[in-house]
């Protein structure tokens, strides 16, 4: 091997060490292309253009209105990986906060515990969007090439680096920020659109950097907008004018979208929802 070739050998070699390079083997695009193989399967769907279906690609879990956490921490671990791998499913937590109440504990916790994206609860606002994108992060260091926003995320993952396939503490460092402020980073900041006030600012919302996507909550939706019957309609002429405005702008925004409402999911998925809280339809 000519000597000229070592130092770049030798750079190779660290970078495989850290993680920074990804050693599995590459799945083809459809495009012939290889794909790039992520903790995060939401993400890897996205970057393809695929939806990502709950119980396939992603779980859902949510401990918004429950006081019951067995099924939670039962659900959690059964996604932890062998060492080496990344989770079947990719777990997705609701927490219980909604964002105009303090969040910042539970968003650390659900990070801590393995989640690799957080949804909030019933987000109106871009500042409530900030905050909830710096509880995500870590406090970013000199030289840092994503500094803002500010991340004020408290070191204590380790359920997180289990959940990664059992990273260092630098591996996971490097992998646990959001997306896709950071390009390579695994983690999911998702808001919840449930009022008409969210409806008004979808465009502000989404455009927060580092927020990753957008899932509506059909049932509160269709109460906040006056269209239920009196019960939540969620299938309302209202809520359905509602979603395709935030399909729009997630679409025009590059970035996920989801409804927990009709599960017509070609319909969705026609509208440019890639983020599916349902099974994948069958043919």
């Known amino acids: 091997m000519p000597h000229t070739a070592t130092p770049r050998l030798a750079a190779i070699c660290i970078a495989l060490c850290l993680g920074l390079v990804q050693v599995s083997p590459l799945a083809q695009s459809g495009n012939g292309a290889p794909k790039k193989v992520r903790l995060n399967q939401i993400i890897e769907q996205f970057e393809q253009d695929k939806p990502a279906f709950a119980n396939e690609h992603w779980q859902f879990i949510s401990i918004e209105h429950t006081m019951v956490l067995e099924a939670y921490a039962k659900a959690m671990a059964g996604l932890v990986p062998p060492k080496g791998e990344r989770p079947k499913l990719t777990p997705i937590v609701r ?17 801590d515990d393995g989640a690799l994206g957080v949804i909030l609860p019933d987000v109106k606002t871009k500042e409530e969007v900030m905050r909830f994108v710096s509880a995500m992060r870590y406090p970013q260091q000199p030289g840092s090439k994503y500094p803002k926003p500010e991340g004020d995320r408290g070191w204590g993952p380790t359920g997180a680096r ?3 396939g059992g990273l260092t503490d630098l591996e996971h460092h490097m992998k646990a920020d959001v997306w896709p402020l950071n390009p390579d980073g695994e983690l999911l900041a998702i808001v919840m659109i ?12 989404l455009k927060v950097p580092g927020l990753g996507g957008a899932i509506i909550g ?7 907008l006056g269209s239920g019957n009196p019960a939540p309609d969620v299938n309302s002429a209202a809520v359905e004018q509602a979603t395709a405005t935030v399909a729009k702008a997630c679409v025009e ?14 319909k969705r998925i026609a509208q440019g929802f890639r983020l599916v809280p349902f099974p994948r339809p069958s043919k």
């Open 253 to 266: 925004l590059k970035k996920l979208c989801g409804s927990f409402g009709n599960p017509d999911v070609n």
């Open 218 to 224: 059909p049932a509160d939706l269709s109460l906040a």
């Open 194 to 205: 449930e009022t008409r006030e969210a409806i008004k600012n979808i465009h502000e919302i």
């Open 95 to 111: 927490i219980a906060p909604s964002a105009d109440e303090p969040f910042r504990y539970a968003v650390k916790q659900a990070l």
């Open 162 to 164: 289990r959940m990664m």
